[in-house]
């Protein structure tokens, strides 16, 4: 572990009397601020708008914490986390469509925004909690509900029944879903603004309710019924002459029936959990969306209630988890509608006499994904500050306005420069004003016709520009001014970052970076699949010409019912990689470096070039250029040869010299600039990729130069210099952070130096492991040994003098990194200016845990007593505490809910702390404290214990059915803070219901006072009377805080001990109780996890808001309840429990892949430790034998075959040749030993017992793939192999061999900072969306983009998070050239940065597909969509609920193409899966019987046609009645059907009798464009409805009678 106090303790002991030298000057630590620049600190409360974003450690924003939102439902609704939710609900809103004409074209295109209405009344000091209900489907009928619940010191409980939404003309997708749609119906009271102005707010509340089988709206999210992951897109159709727009147009339905339902309430907090905090640092290295949990009884036929409640606390200064409150959204949204004329939204009654006198006017209804509430995975703490202290902040208004205000500006300050280049003509350039001169210096490198040249300045007016300043900032910058590019000799340094770009040039089409994981390259795919049909212009030509001559047949490996998964198709040849080889070689030359003469000449180096003509050519590097020299391979010459030709640019020499360089040039850089930008740009963190083809080994002098710098430590980009990292991070953090340029700068520093520190502790982690990094201490044994490289400091996850011997020695010390790593994340993402964490990286390299560390200043010049000043090295023998330490930690402590507490010192002394004991706080020589060891920051899980001390007495009920607690390998195992979200959440609801009901039983009981005769003593005394009530208050108050676990008695704030389980530490006899009081609180968390987190985790998956398909998204939905990976043998018992389990079947399939994957990695660690570095391909080769591979036959292995030849000659007598691989231990691994020892370390660690008596059984039993099994071990352990066919099955040779093993790469853990700026234009752009406002949205996610670029980059998943959400939108819009653009900029980013087979990948490739054919581009859709099922099949396989959704879309598309039997071939193989996965009886197989039956009828199969649709309209019938649109839809066609059946017989009849009639020809339908494609959106989860203005007038004033009866009826009870 990186205990960097232990090491340097064990190094004093190593050196005895010697002090360690300090490595330099004062180092800086990347605990980069991880998410916020912002003071998120509570210690700056009077800043609003920084304490909007105060996030918590796992990735929540408290700013969006339910209880303090004014619209909770559409907050807990959002998804606030980051990497991969396959699967999102889908929600419905009322948008007004405008009539043509009105406005101007940029008013037309985002007219909808009269969103359906209804505003809620919401005062200051009113308690607001919210609840969204949602209910999921019946056998018998399909309802929903939404609660919404306004405590005014008092809880009001009222049901919302729902719209329900029915199909209309031939869109079985309408019929497939049942939408929802409740509206939240009182005026919102004036809350005012700065400036005093009313501010009233329209608020449409919608949740999305469907049938589990209703159509999904995200690829892998088949079927929705969650309102906590709601997600609402209005929009309105264009009234252009456009014809997509037309199309879209033609796919809404014209008319909706209404119809409620009622539901009963049944109201338990315990059923609501918040996951909003994420930070997944573990096995698992994903970093999932946290979504709002929520409570379903997937075992009831009738649906239960799903329940999502938070309450505002009504006490004085309640643990709100928020810095907002309703006052503060209302004065500060920059969405507001008096801010901005063009997005006036009329007030409510306007609305309403504007309706009746447009009767024609319609009302839109969209049901889309929760993809616009995909917010970036910003991780940090939650804030607690009170409402009281929010209040005072509305002042702020004008920060967040200004703040918003300078985001606009950054998109508006774009402008075009001339650039004048040396010897050439000008040309022109769009640039940023935010843009560094540096920056433009990195564009003009890059470009095409200034990509040679590498060293020069940019003058204006001939005066140079510094490299450092912002373009705006330049004088005399203003659109078209000329910059001119002029020339500066070169320096030693220079020249060789002039070499290395030449090299870059030369190799820029070449995949190697690639597939070998160097300089920040990773591939893409995408331009093999779109780059076909982009040259045809008109759509319409494009459609009919790809219906003509498109080759719709796919290869024989997508089909269905195809067993091959072949490997080659993963990474196929692109054309534009086809080798451009310029030079035979370019090399250093011998005689580097120049002597002491040609230095005084300006000669800087040598290089060697051999051209293509085979002309040996020996060239010279100096100040001024580069020439020929007269110096061959023996005699020295460095005089200029002939031609006498100095050129300042190195390709410039070589153009001159050689003209098949000059021609070969010239054809390479045509290639590159035709290459997207997003495949060029380097990404921020190098990315691997599992597999890869076998390339040739080349020449190349800057990869041979590049590794020795590496070995000594140095920086290849600043020539044999050092960096001090420690200071370059902590000064990043030190950086002002008051105005948005400030922000911004500070975070793109930090952004910038923590990818540059994540990349050397990379390289030097892989140097330690390889040997190339002399240990401090050689002396001790390896596994103990520390070093320092490159001004870092790297351990090794090993005990250190049995350290962690009472934790559980090695696997505690290989926990421990990540549990520090995770605590590092917190502290930083809280960001409390003053108090600095170290730069922290954890690298798993050839199963050597590696840690990487910045250097505290001055901790090797001490020894261990005087380095400490806080915390504990002892577990508790000896503790320390400061008070500078005291009070920095104390302002982490409400965010982390971190209790601050006393301990007792060696000396029986109580000691006050603030963190964990082992947290220890250090003084470094730069006067900066600094706090390290932060393994305990978050509350230890009971579940898992390392010593069984336990009291059975004090352990729940509820852990002791599920077999807790658990035998634990280590005492490091500790509660994710999801969970503990989720869980204070959960006790928040259950205080507000408490003190909510026992204020309204004594308000009644005041009220029956009052109502009784007063005597003259209570006339004369309303004093006495108003303070017995207050003190009853304040009593009721005390009593919930008690009853929930609060620390305080007067309001609500959950903390917790971190020491209570530690060892070592006590406590005086003062604090027994308390701290009985939180083990129990423990306790309480640890039975919660169980009886709530992990039914839910089953919720998500049995209604699909969930969808795992591999590994890495398994552990994202687990993570998103809080849920531990080590809990997966719970999770799959009580998936087994479960009724329909067969509809979990591919959750339990991936589950037990999982368990075998990570119990297989656990003994490869230990496995490979043992092995020496000549046998490490034979090692890996044998132990993916033994776990995958039918053979029990393994070829003896000798690396290389070479020969010792003392040792041949001793065993030729014996007839060995060599001594073999063998003979070493991990040769002697065999198939039925590594299987027993995966079964033994799954019962032992994740608690499940795995009968199958070897690993083919299990495959068999469970329908595993043995490729998919490959590609999970092999990501998990950093395993690269070649690219080639395996065959698993074969018995008589093993499936791999040596030369399978290409590579190992390093598995890499860090820190992830990100835009805080732009997080919180996400946040509003979510809340603009969900209330109908798409402008509004459009444009604050377009500002979050750029502001995410300018500090991520973009490539960053941010970045891609916002191309999504763009995309989505102008697709909505009808805009799908926008929209294409969007998403292809989104899959590229996400293969580049996610992994070209990455569930995420895949999800984009097939949005990217819908609107390629809504587009026009069908062929292109056709592969896109090819290339996702090929991608699903290599992941999960083909028994999966996403192969169901892509067959649809394919079956769809083809018909589209008028591909009948193909189209039948994927859509029939969608019926089985979609009967599997959402039930025989489910509105969603409906679908798919009613796409079958259509094409059946194009083919004139009536029939089978028939048959189909009898089965569409029996559940139709049996599910929502025979009077709903659908059922009535459905019979229709059935009559159609029959009628042409009976026609096409008859003609038949005629034929065979030859009896002469005038019978017409009977007609075979084909499919239109708007109706495949309006099928196409529904199968997706985009569904159009169009209600008139007076339908829209009654449905809302059913809803508010409906409303008025249930809160009379809630009184009254």
Known sequence: MGNIVQCCHSLSKYFKCKDAPAPGEAERSPLLSSEESECESPSMPDDLEDNLLTISPGGKYPALEPEHFLFPDIILSSNLGGDVTLVEPMVCLLVSEEEEGEGQERSNRWRSRGFSEVETQTEVETQIGMGVQTQTESQADVQAQTELRVCNNQTVEREVNTLRDTGASKEMAVQEHEILSYTNTKLMEELNTDEGNVVKLQQTTVAAQENT??????????????????????????????????????????????????????????ERGVDLTQQSYGEDEQTGQ???????NVNEKVCNVIHTKTNMSPSEDPTDQSDLNADDIQCHDPVKREEDDDIKTPPPHEEEEEEEEEAETKQTLFLVDRLFLAAPHVKAPPSQESPE????????????????????????????????????????????GQMLVAELHQVLMEHEISCHCTCFSLQLGGIALDSLSELCSVQGIQDGVLIKVVEDPYTVRDARLHLRHVRDLLRSLDPADAYNGVNCSSLSYLTCYTRGDKDSVSVGNRRASEKESADCSPPEYILPGCKDRPLTPLQPLRDDWKPFQCLRVLTMSSWNPPPGNRKMHGDLMYLNVLTME??????????????????????????????????????????????????????LQKKRVQQHPFEQIAAPFQVFTWIARHGDHTLDCVRAEETHTSRMGQDEQTAGQSREWNEELQGCRELARNSLQERLHRERSIFKTNSDFVAAATRGAVAVVDGNVMPLNPGEAPHMQMFIWNNLFFSLGFDISEHYSPLGGNTAAHAAAICDLRGAQAYASVDVEGLHTLGTAVVDYRSIRVIAQTIVPGILERNQEQSVVYGSNDYGKTVFTHPRFLE????????????????????????????GIETKGILGNDGRPYILDLLRTFPPDLNFQFSETEDSMEVPRECQIFGYPQRHHHSL????????????????????????????????????????????????????????????????????????????????DIRFNPDVCSPGVRFSSECVEEVQRQRQLLWDVAAFLLSNQIPAVLRDCLDHSAVPMDGATLTSVLHQRGVNVRYLGTLLRELDKVEDRGRLSHVQRISISEVIIRSAKHIFRTYLQDVESAAFSAAVSHFLNCLLSSSSCFADSCSDELLSRRRSRRRRSNGSRVPLLTDSVWARLTPSELWGRIRTEAGDYYHY?????????????????????????????????????????????PVFGEEDVVNMFPVVKHLKPTATDATRLVQHAQVAVQQGLLKDGHELISQALTLFSSVCGVLHEDVCMCLRLLGRICYILGEYADALSHQEKAVMSSERIQGIDHPQTIQDYTYLALYCFAGGRLSTSLQLLYRARYLTLLVSGEDHPQVALLDSMLGLVLHGLMEYELSLKFLQNALMPTSKYYGATSLKHAQSHHLLATVYESKGEFRSALQHEKEAFLIYKSQVGENHESTEESSKYLQSLTQQAVALQKAINHIYRNTPACIPPPKFSTPSFPTILQQLNLTCGIILVTLSAKEFADLRTEMKGKEKVQWESWKKT
């Open 888 to 915: 920095l930690l104390d302002k982490t402590s409400k965010p982390l809910r971190i209790q601050r507490h006393q301990v007792l010192d060696h000396s029986n002394s109580s000691v006050e702390l603030c963190s």
């Open 973 to 1052: 195992a500790s509660l994710r803070p999801e969970l503990i979200e989720a869980f204070v959440q959960h006790r928040y609801e259950l205080y507000g219901k408490m003190v909510s009901r026992d204020l309204i039983q004594t308000e009644e009981q005041a009220m029956e006072q009052s109502e009784e005769p007063l005597s003259e003593t209570r006339i004369a005394d309303p004093a006495t009377s108003g303070a017995g009530m207050e003190l009853q208050r304040r009593n009721v108050i005390m009593k919930a805080c008690e009853a929930v676990g609060s620390v305080s008695d007067s309001c609500f």
């Open 1249 to 1293: 017992t795995i009968d199958s008596a070897s690993i083919d059984e299990v495959i068999k039993k469970h329908s595993l793939q043995r490729i998919s099994l490959l590609r999970e071990i092999a990501i998990k352990t950093g395993i690269q192999v070649q690219l080639r066919e395996y065959v698993f099955e074969s018995r008589h040779r």
């Open 389 to 432: 202290d929010d209040r005072p902040q509305q002042c702020d208004a004008d920060k967040r306005k200004l703040s918003i205000g300078d985001a606009v500006a950054l998109q508006e300050t774009d402008f075009t420069v001339r650039i004048q280049p040396p010897g050439k003509e000008s040309f022109e350039l769009q640039v940023s």
């Open 614 to 667: 085979d002309k040996e050519l020996n060239i010279t590097s100096s100040t001024r250029g580069f020439y020929l020299n007269q110096s061959t391979t023996f005699n020295f010459n460095p005089k200029p040869a002939l031609p006498k030709i100095l050129c300042h640019s190195l390709v410039e020499l070589l153009s001159q010299v050689s003209p098949a360089f000059r021609k070969t040039f010239s054809a």
């Open 213 to 270: 089988d209703v159509v999904r709206t995200e690829p892998t999210q088949e079927n929705v019924t969650k309102s906590e992951c709601t997600s609402v897109m209005p929009t309105e159709h264009n009234n252009n002459t456009d014809g997509n727009t037309e199309s879209q147009t033609e796919v809404q339905p014209t008319k909706r029936s209404i119809s409620s339902t009622e539901v009963g309430v049944n109201f338990d907090p315990a």
């Open 290 to 296: 946290p979504t709002v949990a929520s409570d379903q």
